[in-house]
């Protein structure tokens, strides 16, 4: 059975950076775009990275996102990653990393906190 085991997160000051990994067993890692979402505190799940399967030659990032966000991965440790800068209060979240493959096949993390406060 598949699945993902995140780590890091935490709080971060405003202006701070954190770094989420996420280590993915037990399916076809390299197959899967790969994606971060996040869920704010009563709000809804919206994806904040996208990689696509294979190299990850393929990147997305929300405009919002663009320039402070880098999502990468390395195939061979089965790992997704995504680096964060410039954080700011709106930036907290509880943040899901997600494997979803054409077929329906897909795969979550369990959710990791950042807040961001002073």
């Known amino acids: 059975q598949g699945q993902f085991v995140e780590s890091g997160g935490g709080w971060v000051q405003p202006g701070g950076s954190a770094s989420l990994s996420c280590a993915g067993s037990?399916?076809?890692?390299?197959?899967?775009?790969m994606r971060w979402y996040r869920q704010p505190p009563g709000g809804g799940r919206e994806v904040v990275a996208e990689m696509s399967a294979g190299g990850g030659e393929m990147t997305y990032y929300p405009d919002a996102m663009k320039g402070r966000f880098t999502i990468s991965r390395d195939n061979a440790a089965k790992m997704v990653y995504l680096q964060m800068k410039s954080l700011n209060p709106d930036d907290t979240a509880v943040y899901y990393c997600n494997a979803r493959a054409l077929s329906g096949s897909e795969y979550w993390g369990q959710g990791i906190q950042v807040i961001v406060s002073s």
């Open positions: 037990g399916f076809a890692f390299s197959e899967f775009p």
